[in-house]
């Protein structure tokens, strides 16, 4: 059974930084492209970025909206999946999910949920 | 980006009456369009994906249907647990991106 587990959540004041964990179980995790949706509140789901596997060239993309500001990465020995959050705004504020796949999103983490206020 | 609308904001339907939920996108995604479900504190849950594909051991009741730029999700008979946001989303192109859902609400 896939499990997707993240942390690293929570309170920031803006402009700080956050770097948020997926923790993947059941599947081969270096052969997956994975992808980053996060979730404000009250809205519907929103795209931020995915990592192709290592064997597909490890290229990653990002939405406009956290281009330069965050950075996927991914340590497949570890089978976790990163997202490092700077230059932090209050339009971040969301539940963040760590997502299987690039196209369709087959399976979801629980998320962890990240607030930006002063 | 490929702007994805769905309607309506909100459906009632009874126990039995079909349900139809509509998308509808800015251009064309060919049939690169998958369906979520979400009840509340849930993550949201993938039901189909190339537009008509059921994921394994989705109930028959749920059916997709469309391409290029319209698309259906049909719940033929809904059941209380399928009280929920709907939410579409293409992967034709990047950046995916999501529709702003539809509350389904069976009365």
Redesign the interface.
């Known amino acids: 059974e896939v499990q997707l587990v993240e942390s690293g959540g929570g309170l920031i004041k803006p402009g700080g930084s956050l770097r948020l964990s997926c923790a993947a179980s059941g599947f081969t995790f270096s052969n997956a492209w994975m992808t980053w949706v996060r979730q404000a509140p009250g809205t519907g789901p929103e795209w931020v970025g995915l990592i192709k596997s290592e064997t597909s060239g490890g290229a990653i993309d990002y939405a406009a909206p956290v281009k330069g500001r965050f950075t996927i990465s991914r340590d497949d020995s570890k089978n976790t999946l990163y997202l490092q959050m700077n230059s932090l705004k209050t339009e971040d504020t969301a539940v963040y999910y760590c997502v299987h796949g690039s196209g369709w999103l087959d399976a979801w983490g629980k998320g962890t949920t990240v607030t930006v206020s002063s | 980006?490929i702007v994805m609308t769905q309607s309506p904001a909100t459906l009632s339907v009874s126990p039995g009456e079909r349900a139809t939920l509509s998308c509808r996108a800015s251009q064309s995604v060919s049939s690169?369009l998958?369906w979520?479900q979400q009840k509340p504190g849930?993550?949201?849950?993938?039901l189909i994906?190339?537009t008509s594909t059921r994921?394994t051991g989705l109930p028959a009741r749920f059916s997709g249907s469309g391409s290029g730029t319209e698309f259906t999700l049909s719940i033929s008979s809904p059941q209380s647990e399928d009280s929920a946001f709907y939410?579409c989303?293409q992967?034709n192109i990047?950046?995916?991106?999501?529709?702003?859902?539809t509350k389904v609400e069976i009365k």
Do not use: I
């Open positions: 980006e690169n998958a979520y849930q993550a949201p849950r993938l994906y190339d994921v939410y989303q992967y990047r950046p995916l991106t999501f529709g702003g859902g």
